[in-house]
């Protein structure tokens, strides 16, 4: 039961990390999108039915994690308490400026909202992506499974270098959404190509220093190895995809890409929640997690939510959709 | 500072600034809702009109309880971790339940309601409008049943090693404790919304604008106000307080300032508890209602203070003075509602510029009573943090500091400071704008550039 509980927990993450993944990336990349105005009024416009639905996820996870694992749960807040608080400040910070930018139609109050947005956006995936490497990495624990290394300890290269590829990988995730939703997007080719090549690069070079630094084996360094081929291709097809100017398919491909990625680092996790790098042993989602048949209750629960949510969440998205489109070929035939 | 204390005021602190809002969006959104379907239903434009406005309101609303309900999921784990850890497979249920049936369904609906005006079906947007209502409902719901667990704890089993086990989900649900505080909360969110809509409305009339809007929203506000501040002391209020009475005796004593215990005890109205002397000074009281109003009878024994250990009282004064702050603005109320509604039966309301004046003067009471209650609620609690199971002081995080708490309140602080200035810069601006304004709320301009 606790590895359904750890899979619907990942799952969780993972669409988290795609749906948020783009909008926490067209905020990354908002000034090296466009210069003008009206341009980024468009790219912030595009995510505003749907970012706040996207964000649910973290805290959806947040609140399965405390009552999948409460212990994890417990010693992840309290052992990273600033660095959590930091993460809290920008979210909401983040909130207010996506919801504020659209009500006064100045300038100068756009502009201040932009920035607002997009460095707290760049921050937030950079630190998710550090957080992602330092448990991947390994946490000194205490006996008792407390955290008791320094901050300096989280910024350690390993963890740096996966919160670079993740905001990397998420802002071309980002951009790929707007190319797709924009018909006017700027063309900004040269600046794609370099992202684009950069999580190229970024991705050979975690997935190297991550096969050479845990020493897993057997069936999980299996899945990990093909799932980050798999990632790899998928980054590959996103740059031919936008070439031959299949957007649709080029953010598939992007998606297709996080998928996997995350998928390699969960089977690099699996089973810890909290691994060890001191020689007290980590915490397992087995340890962690309540007596079974709580456990089993609420992971029915969440599963059956998880499969409402999920419908719902695809069908709202496509009747939101499904309109633009029409009206933009009533847009185009006017045109014409 | 005590670490305690530190832990408590931060929770204290982010949980009364955020309730502001979820307060509004619970009591706005049936507005929202009985606007947007009219509209759909109707095609009426007055209708379609108000639904806007409302929305907008609420949109605001939404956004910074969004933002500032965030922190508080995640206090549990930063700063409560040792209740968090011995609790969590009770606690973490209703909360997860909270993000995955309630958050989902409201922010996913808003986008609908807030940008799918002219995207989807008049049909579909007033069903988003009732979704968003009942997400928000849902959500205060979980809540209330999270904190009903810790006012009267049920379902459970400790282990051997003192973890909290979970037996029975259904009776957590269920909390006979959860039902009446509930309902109460919902009630006083819907005075709230009531007096905000009338105040609104009041607003528009004494600036001789929007009159006919202005007019609707008083009569709509009034009649809610007036339903709701009568709900809200009974049965809600009355039946809320009798779980009290059988589960939480001291917190009664507290609430009522009654030191000595009583077969005749008095409904204290007014008066200022006296630790030191443990009496009330300067009462003004009402003979044997304490008794009848607990028991049902006029010569029941009520428990005083002294009857419980001194390390078992709540803080006295906070509890009595938030007790009484709450009732009294609940009667002032009921009196401004039947006044209003008086004065509207018989067509003078509208000429009566002093009790339009009063209406738009008095929309930040009902926030102050409902805050005033969670502090009746909580603080009463003391010093149980699932009562008569655990302490509050064994429940922080032992690995935080006073000194980090500290740092990160004051951080809350500041960016919270920024966030109401905001909160009432928007609000009011929308409010001054009126029903015919369009303000850029909702970006749908960009619509023609989008592809699918």
């Given amino acids: ?179 797709m939703r924009l018909r006017d997007a700027p063309e900004n080719a040269n600046a794609f190509r370099g992202l684009w090549l950069l999580s190229i690069v970024l991705d050979l070079a975690v997935t190297a220093w991550t096969v ?36 649709v398919a080029a953010f598939a491909a992007s998606s297709a890409g996080i998928v996997s990625l995350l998928g390699a680092a969960v089977a690099t996790l699996y089973p810890y929640l909290i691994p060890s790098s001191s020689g007290y042993p980590g915490l397992t989602i087995f340890e962690a997690s309540p007596s079974s048949g709580a456990l089993a209750g609420i992971v029915a629960i969440v599963a059956i939510g998880l499969i409402v949510v999920y419908s719902y969440q695809i069908a709202v998205t496509r009747r939101l959709l499904a309109h633009c489109s029409e009206q933009t070929l009533v847009q185009v035939k006017q045109s014409e | 500072m005590d670490t305690v204390v530190a832990d408590r005021l931060q929770f204290a602190f982010t949980v009364m600034f955020h309730y502001l809002f979820p307060i509004g969006t619970m009591g706005l959104a049936p507005f929202v809702a009985w606007y947007t379907v009219k509209a759909a239903r109707t095609g009426d434009a007055d209708a379609a009109k108000s639904a806007r406005f409302w929305t907008k309101i609420f949109a605001v609303n939404f956004a910074a309880g969004v933002v500032t309900g965030i922190p508080m999921e995640f206090q549990f784990g930063t700063n409560w971790a040792a209740f968090s850890a011995r609790t969590g497979e009770v606690i973490g249920q209703p909360l997860a339940m909270e993000g995955l049936f309630a958050f989902f369904l409201e922010s996913i609906f808003l986008g609908v309601l807030l940008y799918g005006h002219e995207r989807v079906a008049p049909a579909f947007h007033a069903l988003s409008a009732v979704m968003v209502c009942l997400g928000s409902w849902l959500s205060g719901y979980f809540i209330v049943v999270t904190d009903a667990w810790m006012q009267h704890p049920v379902g459970y089993a400790v282990a051997h090693d003192g973890t909290v086990t979970l037996t029975s989900l259904g009776a957590v649900l269920m909390n006979p404790f959860a039902l009446w505080q ?63 009475t059988a589960y939480q005796p001291v917190k009664l004593a507290a609430m009522e300032g009654l030191f000595e215990s009583r077969h005749d005890a008095p409904l204290d109205i007014i008066g200022m508890p006296d630790l030191k002397h443990k009496k009330l000074m300067d009462p003004v009281a009402v003979p044997d209602l304490l008794s009848f109003l607990a028991y049902g009878n006029f010569r029941a024994n009520v428990n005083g203070l002294s009857a419980y250990a001194r390390e078992l009282w709540p803080p006295v004064e906070l509890t009595y ?24 039966v018989t067509s003078r309301l509208f000429g009566a510029k002093p009790v339009l004046w009063l209406l738009m003067l008095a929309m930040p009471f009902p926030y102050i009573a409902n805050e005033a ?80």
């Fill in chain 2, 321 to 344: 003075y938030a007790y009484h702050i709450m009732v009294g603005l609940g009667t002032i109320f009921i009196a401004i509602a039947v006044l209003a509604s008086l004065l509207l």
């Fill in chain 1, 1 to 179: 039961m606790s590895n359904v509980a750890f899979a619907l927990l990942a799952a969780m993450v993972v669409t988290y990390a795609l749906l948020d993944g783009y909008d926490l990336g067209v905020g990354a990349i908002l000034h090296l999108f466009s210069r003008s105005d009206t341009e980024r009024s468009d790219a912030t416009a595009s995510i505003g039915p749907f970012w706040s639905g996207n964000e649910v996820w973290l805290i959806a996870a947040g609140g399965v994690l405390f009552a999948f694992f409460p212990r994890a749960y417990a010693a992840l807040f309290s052992g990273f308490y600033l660095p959590f608080m930091v993460l809290l400040w920008l979210l909401i910070f983040r909130g207010i400026a996506l919801e504020l930018r659209g009500h006064l139609a100045s300038r100068l109050w756009h502009d201040f909202w932009d920035w607002a947005f997009s460095l707290s956006s760049a921050a937030l995936a950079l630190i998710l992506g550090v957080a992602l490497g330092n448990l991947l990495h390994g946490l000194p624990l205490d006996a008792q499974g407390n955290f008791v290394g320094s901050f300096a300890l989280l910024l350690n290269p390993y963890a740096l270098g996966v919160g670079v590829f993740a905001l990397v990988v998420l802002a071309q995730h980002g951009w790929c959404y707007l190319r």
């Fill in chain 2, 182 to 244: 509930y309902a109460h909360v919902l009630s006083g969110a819907l005075v709230t919304g009531g007096f905000i809509v009338a105040g609104v409305g009041a607003f528009y009339l004494l600036s001789r604008r929007d009159e006919a809007f202005g007019r609707a929203f008083v009569r709509a506000g009034i009649l809610t106000a007036l339903v709701f501040s009568a709900v809200s002391v009974f049965p809600t209020g009355d039946r809320n307080g009798a779980d009290v």
């Fill in chain 1, 212 to 247: 050479a630094t845990h020493p897993i084996a057997g069936p999980r360094l299996a899945i990990a190895g093909v799932l980050g081929f798999v990632a790899l291709l998928a980054l590959v097809a996103v740059g031919v995809m936008q070439r031959q100017r299949r957007t």
């Fill in chain 2, 373 to 452: 209650g969670w502090v009746v609620s909580e603080v009463g609690r003391q010093p149980w943090i699932v009562y008569g199971l655990m302490r509050t002081s064994t429940g922080i995080s032992t690995n935080v500091n006073a000194g980090e708490t500290l740092f990160t309140l004051i951080g809350f602080a500041g960016m919270y400071f920024l966030l109401g200035f905001l909160f009432l810069f928007l609000t009011l601006r929308e409010i001054g704008a009126g029903l015919d304004s369009h303000t850029p709320d909702t970006p749908a301009p960009s619509a023609p550039a989008l592809v699918s």
